[in-house]
């Protein structure tokens, strides 16, 4: 099968053997399956992609992938988290492992250069390609341990743990503030059942849990799904997390007495309507009779007809020119 994202046509054309060789966090692009190997992934949906595809997958932060003949590494948006995998890579593989970064020109990737050479471990340029850059090198021993990236910070009066992995690294978004203002008094307080999807750094889960209510906490990214446990654990407060892409992990007979969420809508550097729009219209039957969604997005995105069309009816709770925070009822 012929690649279809750049930076697979730019793998593609390389004289090397790749078979048994392992994929970091790539993107869902058929061809490498075909070329063979392993695939490490934080993301659950491409990780249940390439596990519908037969393909062995490591989905764990702290994944030990064997003794691959060699890795490829696709550059992420956030360059910290590629620094980041640069370092669990270094930790998970054999010093003098065949290591490639490959990614596109406009997502930085000619700065791996600069971040190879400050963990002292040479690189050279293979070949560029389709406005992409393929770089090579080997894994070896490096003096900084992957987990010293985690952070914390205050917010919301709430100690949250912080990855660059995470949306909103190191500050509380503004959205996010928006809708835990206008959250009403009594939610969570008599113990109801609570869902925070797309948890993040947990600030929703663990506002939720300390008001009292008993929170489930869902996210696609293990860096999230990490970050909440942690960020719960940092307030000693309690709650199920779980790896899921939207409602997938969640069995098909729970139901909440409200569903709180920021939801993204980019997915990498491209906007990606589709999880929220499957977070909205599937949410009815997450809830119990009466149950509601509370959602913040940017005033901007398109939500609108897609509450309509899920719940028959919605409030817009505030409108400050950036966010919106809507409301919907389950009849």
């Known amino acids: 099968m012929s690649p279809v994202t750049p930076t697979c046509q730019l793998l593609d054309r ?21 070329a063979g190997g ?21 989905d764990d ?3 030990d992938p064997g003794v691959p003949p060699g890795a490829v590494l696709f550059w992420p948006k956030a360059h910290a988290l ?19 970064v490959v990614g596109e020109n406009q997502g930085g990737i000619r700065r791996v250069l600069k971040v190879l050479a400050a963990l002292g471990l040479g690189c050279r340029k293979r070949d560029s390609a389709r406005r992409c850059t393929l770089f090579e090198t080997r894994v070896g021993a490096v003096p900084l341990d992957p987990d010293a990236v985690w952070t914390q910070f205050e917010a919301a009066g709430l100690t949250l743990a912080s990855h660059p992995g995470v949306f909103g690294h190191g500050k509380l978004d503004d959205g996010t503030r928006l809708l835990l203002d206008h ?22 889960a663990a506002y939720l849990a300390r008001r009292g209510g008993a ?7 293990a860096f999230a799904v990490e970050a909440t446990r ?3 654990s ?36 491209r906007i990606d309507y589709g999880p929220t729009a499957r977070l909205i219209e599937q949410a009815p039957r997450h809830l119990e009779p009466g149950g509601s969604l509370w959602l913040v997005a940017n005033a901007f995105l398109p939500y609108a007809d897609r509450l309509e069309a899920a719940f028959g009816g919605f409030s817009i709770i505030t409108d400050d020119g950036r966010f919106r925070v809507y409301r919907a009822v389950r009849r």
């Open 183 to 204: 959250l009403p008094a009594g939610l969570g307080q008599d113990g109801e059942r609570l869902l925070d999807v797309g948890c993040g750094d947990g600030v929703i």
């Open 14 to 34: 390389q004289a090397l053997d790749y078979r048994g060789w392992l994929w970091v966090a790539p993107p869902d692009d058929p061809w490498l399956g075909d």
């Open 234 to 269: 940092a307030n000693d407060l309690d709650g199920r997390v779980l790896a899921s892409d939207v409602y997938a992990a969640l069995d098909a007979q729970e139901r909440f007495a409200a569903i709180v969420s920021n939801p993204p809508f980019h997915q990498e550097r």
């Open 38 to 58: 392993t695939v490490w992934s934080t993301d659950a949906a491409i990780a249940a992609t390439w596990r519908a595809r037969g393909v062995t997958v490591h």
């Open 61 to 63: 932060l702290n994944a």
């Open 82 to 100: 590629g620094e980041w995998w640069l370092l669990a890579l270094c930790r998970a593989l054999p010093a003098g492992t065949p290591l490639q």
């Open 215 to 221: 929170v489930t906490a869902l996210d696609v990214n």
């Open 230 to 232: 942690r960020t719960l």
